[in-house]
Each structure stands twice: as structure tokens, then as C-alpha cells.
């Protein structure tokens, strides 16, 4: 499944996407973009976690605005829902994603970001959305899910003034949780993924899938989806094995 462009190495339930653009500060093309289709459409079936990182100092510089230019307004169209279905399949595929940043994780890489679960950014981080001064909109889901992180008020702002944020800046508004120093990402991506992967899976599974669509229900509806959520999770054996585990004050052994 591993291609030039994305580059994927598997250590047990964890695998290290690595998107390889080199000179390109890792920029969407198209051919990138469905590389990660292919990888989130159908996964290794042992891999749990999947740790999302760049090369050459950067995570991800944003759409690759040569392909753009080319396009017309109805192939950008599908092109931008295209982007909207890969970025569904990493936030709700099932798969736990941790992004390692630093760098650009500018435009469609904020976006990018935007749909994995754990993002860490190292000091050199620069989180921006840059669209306007393209004289563009933006068209990966980032009205959705960087608009819901910032609030609608902060990203006006933010695409009107090109404005740019720090790591710091960054994990103060949401858009990272954890802040390190340069070159300290990638351990800890793989401190956090290890414990992700010993989760039971299906606890994980509904953490993925059932928070987020929460979020956007009435607090009736989202209550009684909580409790659906619950009473699945806590009837399994896993369950009862992280009960024992606990009483017996021992690690679990999960499936």
C-alpha cells in the first residue's frame, strides 16, 4: 500500500504515515490525496493507531495550488468533496490518529490536522489559513472542523488577516493539545499511540465515533446517544476484563 508520496511503516497496531513531498513543504496533490483514500478506505487489519508526519520540516503546506489553477468550477467541485469524504474516512473511519506537526500546517494541512484525533506540534509549527490572499475559499472542511475548534468569529479573522499562530498560540486555541520542543514530536506521537493501541477497540471505536457527532445533536439526543454508546461498551468482554483488572490492580489484557 506504501507509495512514493506517502510513505507507511507498520510496527504491530501502529503505523507512521509519512506524507514525502520533498521541496514541496509536503503539499496536497492529488495523487497524495488518494494515496491516504487508499490507506483509510482499507487499513491493515491489525493496525489501531496511525501516526500522520511530514519530511523536511514541515507537516503539511496546503493544497497544491499548480494542480488548482488548472481546474474548472465544476471539477473543483468535486475535488473539494473529495477532500471532504478522505477527511471523513480519517476522523470516522475508527482508526485513533495522532499528527505529529511542525512546520507548515498551513491551508488544506490545517485541515488536515483538523480531522485526526491527537495533535502534537513542535516549536517550529505555523498554523495558518491563507486562502484569501489566493484569492480562494476554503474547500477541505475547514468551515467545519477548524471553524468548530476556533469558533466562527476566530477564523473569520484568522482567513481575513492571513494571520499566523505558534505552536503555543496553537495549543492554547485548540488547534494542537500538546505543545514540545523541535524534534520531540515524533516520541511522543509514538508514547501516545502505544497507550491509544492498548485501549480496548471498541472503546476506542466509539470515542471516534460517537463524540464528535454528539457535538452536533440536541443535549436530549446526545444523552440518549451516550447512553447507547455506554451500555455497548460496558457489555463486552473487554469490559469485564478492565473491571477485573482494575479490582485486581494488574494491567488489562484487552483483545
Keep these: 500500500m506504501a507509495t512514493d508520496i506517502l510513505k507507511i511503516d507498520i510496527d504491530g497496531p501502529i503505523a507512521t504515515l509519512t506524507m514525502n513531498r520533498p521541496g ?10 488518494v494515496a491516504l483514500d487508499g490507506f483509510f478506505s482499507a487499513p491493515p487489519k491489525d493496525v489501531r493507531v496511525v501516526i500522520l508526519t511530514g519530511i523536511e520540516g514541515h507537516y ?31 476522523q470516522f473511519g ?41 484569492g480562494i475559499f476554503v474547500g477541505g472542511g475547514a468551515t467545519a472542523r477548524v471553524g468548530r475548534l476556533l469558533g466562527a468569529d476566530r477564523m473569520t479573522e484568522m482567513m481575513l488577516t492571513g494571520r499566523k499562530y505558534s505552536a503555543d498560540e496553537g495549543l492554547a486555541l485548540g488547534l494542537a493539545h500538546y505543545s514540545v520542543g523541535d524534534g520531540e514530536a515524533m516520541a511522543m506521537a509514538q508514547s501516545l499511540a502505544g497507550k491509544i493501541a492498548r485501549n480496548a477497540p471498541l472503546s476506542n471505536y466509539l470515542m471516534i465515533q460517537s463524540i464528535a457527532r454528539i457535538n452536533d445533536m440536541s443535549q436530549a439526543d446526545g444523552l440518549f446517544t451516550e447512553s447507547l454508546a455506554a451500555a455497548l461498551s460496558q457489555t463486552t468482554p473487554d469490559a469485564e476484563e478492565g473491571l477485573r483488572a482494575f479490582l485486581e490492580k494488574r494491567a488489562p489484557k484487552f483483545r
Design 24 to 33: 514541496k513543504r509536503n503539499a496536497m496533490c492529488e495523487e497524495l490525496l
Design 60 to 90: 503539511c503546506s496546503g493544497l497544491d495550488l499548480s494542480e488548482h489553477v488548472h481546474r474548472s468550477a465544476e471539477e473543483n467541485l468535486y475535488h473539494s468533496r473529495h477532500w471532504h469524504t478522505v477527511m471523513d474516512k480519517i
Design 94 to 134: 475508527g482508526l485513533a490518529v495522532v499528527s505529529a506537526m511542525f512546520g507548515a500546517v498551513i491551508g488544506g494541512g490545517l485541515e488536515l490536522a483538523a480531522s485526526t484525533h491527537v495533535r502534537i506540534a513542535e516549536a517550529s509549527t505555523i498554523f495558518q489559513l491563507p486562502e484569501g490572499r489566493r
